[in-house]
Every structure is written in C-alpha cells, then in structure tokens.
T-cell receptor, first 116, second 104 residues
Framework: GAVVSQHPSRVICKSGTSVKIECRSL??????MFWYRQFPKQSLMLMAT?????????EQGVEKDKFLINHASLTLSTLTVTSAHPEDSSFYIC????????????FGDGTRLSIL | GIQVEQSPPDLILQEGANSTLRCNFS?????LQWFHQNPWGQLINLFY???GTKQNGRLSATTVATERYSLLYISSSQTTDSGVYFC??????FGTGTQLKVEL
C-alpha cells in the first residue's frame, strides 16, 4: 500500500530554534499534501494544504510566516516551524494523496515536537 | 464551516463485542473518510465513503449523505482495535473522535 514517511519522529529543542519536518511519499505521486496539528486528547486540526509546485493554502489563524511549507516535488513536502516557542509544542502530522479528491489520504507517523 | 460531531466520545468494549460509531455532519459533503489512530499516534485510513456501504473484514461503514451521517461498524472487536476513530469530511475537517478501548 501507499507509504508516507515523516521525519523526524520526535524533536526536543530550545526555544528560538527553527525545526524542519519532512514528509515523503515513497511509492506514489503526492500531488496534494496536508499538514495537521494535534494537541493531546484532541482532534486533528488542518494547518495548510499544499499542491505540488504551488504555494500552500493556510487555514484561518495559522501564521504562514511561522509555519513555512514547501512542496517542491511530487514526493516531498516540508514544514518548518520558525523560531519555535513552547506553545508550538504539539504533534504534527502530514498526509498525502495522489490527484483527485476521491483518492484516500495516507498519513505519516507524525512528529512530536517539544520546545523547552 | 462544516461541523462534524462524533458519538459516543468514549467507548469500552469486551473483546468479541460489536459496536457502532456515529459521525454527524452539518452540511452536504463530497468526501468522507474514516480513520483509526492507534495509541502510538499512527493514523490509518479505513474507508473513503461519501455515500453507500463498504466492508473490509470486521469493519464496515455506511454513509447516508441525504441525512448527513455516517456509521462505522466494528464486529468481533479485538484489543488491537483500541485507539481513536475519526471521521473527516472534505479532507479538511476532522470530527471530535471516539476513543475506543477493547478489554480482554
């Protein structure tokens, strides 16, 4: 089946550091990728949607200068949390699908980000 | 935006029992999916089901689009079914989730 690889799985770093999270589709072309954030015991909240070669579309309330998303190829999208602070600590999950909104989403295993 | 509510919020089952999880949504949708998040946070796509009924092993799902709800059936539950079940509509909005624990 379709595989999405997300790295790193866990990051612990100091406040003010920028952190990059990678999301790769290993065996299919991911024309669309999604980035979600999940707080403990809560549902997933969509942060942004990105189509290959286009700028990401951010959801309301998500700072695009804080959460930089790049989707430069059909197999790779990155999320960079710039100048991270403790309130950015969360579980970040990417997903990817091939062309067509009726295609299933395949998820990475998530990145647990802890900012000290 | 569309509101997505799931029920029950929590469910405890004895192994072997059957259960039904419900997802209500506030507007018509073109895309509805069910996911399982295991205790380690990994999400697995269970069904893409904007309408109709599908079955996959012990799991099946039915969406009645005209009445704006979807049901996920789990039969002969196993401890490995534990975790959180989410429905999501239009790829953008996840429901509130049902936390399921299956006990021996």
């Amino acid at each position: 089946g379709a595989v999405v690889s997300q790295h790193p799985s866990r990051v612990i770093c100091k406040s003010g550091t920028s952190v990059k999270i990678e999301c790769r589709s290993l065996d299919f072309q991911a024309t669309t990728m999604f980035w979600y954030r999940q707080f403990p015991k809560q549902s997933l909240m969509l942060m942004a949607t990105s189509n290959e070669g286009s700028k990401a579309t951010y959801e309301q309330g998500v700072e695009k200068d804080k959460f930089l998303i790049n989707h430069a190829s059909l197999t790779l999208s990155t999320l960079t949390v710039t100048s991270a602070h403790p309130e950015d600590s969360s579980f970040y999950i990417c997903s990817a699908r091939s062309r067509g909104s009726n295609q299933p989403q395949h998820f990475g295993d998530g990145t647990r980000l802890s900012i000290l | 935006g569309i509101q997505v509510e799931q029920s029950p919020p929590d469910l405890i089952l004895q192994e072997g029992a059957n259960s039904t999880l419900r997802c209500n949504f506030s507007d018509s949708v073109n895309n509805l999916q069910w996911f399982h998040q295991n205790p380690w946070g990994q999400l697995i796509n269970l069904f893409y089901i904007p309408s109709g009924t599908k079955q996959n092993g012990r799991l099946s799902a039915t969406t009645v689009a005209t009445e704006r709800y979807s049901l996920l059936y789990i039969s002969s539950s196993q401890t490995t079914d534990s975790g959180v079940y989410f429905c999501a509509v239009e790829e953008l909005t996840f429901g509130t989730g049902t936390q399921l624990k299956v006990e021996l």
